[in-house]
């Protein structure tokens, strides 16, 4: 069985390290200002709704790496204790992007909770 549970998840992270490439290779080619890896997960997402079964041969490998998603911070927080120093000179510019995004965040989420109450509300009214 173990054998079987290491092909699974061999599938898994090979299909999940293909949609990466693909997106870093069309982000470096196109030039795109957006990150190889936020184009493949487009990809794989809409991949995954067109066809479900791509799911089944998926999930081991994104569980065993969310099992063990607090490990990936590791590098980002090296990469702030290194800038240490920058942070503190550049601080208040930090603190203005980090409240304004988190602001348009919020706003960005209560809006989009609201379309989708309301398109809730239609579809309720449709079905009734």
Do not use: C, K
């Amino acid at each position: 069985m173990d054998s079987a549970v290491s092909a699974n998840f061999l599938n898994g992270i090979t299909l999940l390290l293909a949609y990466q490439l693909v997106g870093e290779v069309s982000a470096r080619l196109l030039n795109l200002p957006i990150p190889g890896p936020v184009i493949g997960m487009l990809l794989l997402f809409f991949s995954l709704l067109v066809r479900d079964s791509l799911a089944q041969v998926v999930e081991p490998a994104a569980s065993a790496l969310l099992s063990h998603l607090s490990l990936l911070f590791v590098p980002a927080g090296v990469g702030v204790m290194v800038h240490f120093g920058r942070i503190g000179e550049q601080w208040l510019p930090i603190t203005a992007a980090l409240l304004v995004g988190t602001l348009i965040t919020l706003a960005l989420t209560a809006l989009v909770m609201l379309g989708v109450q309301r398109l809730q509300r239609r579809s309720a009214h449709h079905d009734a």
